[in-house]
């Protein structure tokens, strides 16, 4: 708990700023005092449900920021290519800041925010929550213990459940990436921060394969249609229909988003898939980002690493192999499970580790805020995602997409960087 009351703002009330941070924060002792978002239900969601005064609820963030530094901490979680304006308005008043992933996908933005926070004499954290989880901490617990000698590689798979990558990166606010993000840095960002932050290591270089090659038109069964409920004559046998996903047999992630935000009825779901992206079919949506990707990577002191991200699982989770020395770790984030073994031992070490039931990203986002805080006190013993590592993080993203669109051309990582400095 904070030794006196501080005191937030919230720009941007969707998923993520409204559910992931703000119940964190109160449960730390900071009061909310005002919010920002362009949707007025976020906004109400909010306010009634943390107390806000009619006055502090705004459309647009910059008539908050007008009214000057009205609290200690910003919390910034609008839309990937609205991050950049909101931040420096923010750093200009003095805020400790708290920004949501990716930075921006443009990596000419990641460097000058990078370089704002260079002289920043405030708290600037990146929402790379992973590395607060309890699950991969164990997991840097026990590579820096050495009881696996020194790493030579690691195995590393983000494993999107179909519901969730159909939802999302077909349907959703990420679909398209002349819209928002490529799907690599959108999605899975943190991961290469995860990578950095568990081998202590910098990449060096990157290549990359993958491609949209499922959810598009030509790809489409017979019988589909344009909208699952309109006009689709395979709607009731197809595992991506929107009707399943969101009325029939909602999974749990949606069904607890809902329970946070509003009670809809069927009726309302099912004018919402008659009307909006949710309902369109997956083969004949105006995405574009890939479907499944791989990387290939070389970090300091001669490790490599793979990371897979692929939209057909049926587990939502996050899986890794790492190989040293003396031994190997295996773990499954979703399950919570790790099992160490050791070359000259027969018995393996077995640990479950996760988070309280309910929250995301097992525990990662109660994590950071505590770290966040503790930062804010003088603290900074919690690893915390600062620009620069963030900087790192995002390059390794940026620079495996063009080695994508170059058809797996190594990309050398500092080469890259130095473009847009």
Known sequence: MLSNTKTAILIGAGPRGRMAYLHHFQREGVKLV?????????????KNQYKIADDMCFSDYHDMLKLGKIADIAIICTSDRQHVEPFKMCAELGYHILLEKPVSPFPAEVVEIDKIAETYDKT??????LRYAPFFQKIKEIIDSGSIGKIMSINYSENMAWWFSTTCYVRGVWN??????????????????MLVYLTGKKCKKVSSFGDLSYFKAEKAPEGAGKRCVVDCKIESECPYSAKRIFVEDVPPVIAESRKKDYVEVEEQLIHELVTSNAGKCVFHSDNNVCDHQILMLEFEDNILATFHLNAFNYQLSRTIKICGTLGEIGGNAKTGEICVQRFCENEPQNYVITGKPGESHGGGDAGIVKAFIAAMEGDTSRNITNARETLHSHMICFAAEESRLLGGKVVEI???TDRFK
């Open 34 to 46: 005002a919010v920002a978002d362009l949707k007025p239900e976020n906004v109400r969601m909010v």
């Open 124 to 129: 600037i954290m990146i929402c790379h929550v």
């Open 176 to 193: 398209n990436s002349d819209t928002s993000s490529p799907i690599l840095l959108a999605k899975s960002c943190h991961d290469m921060d």
């Open 414 to 416: 500092e080469e890259f």
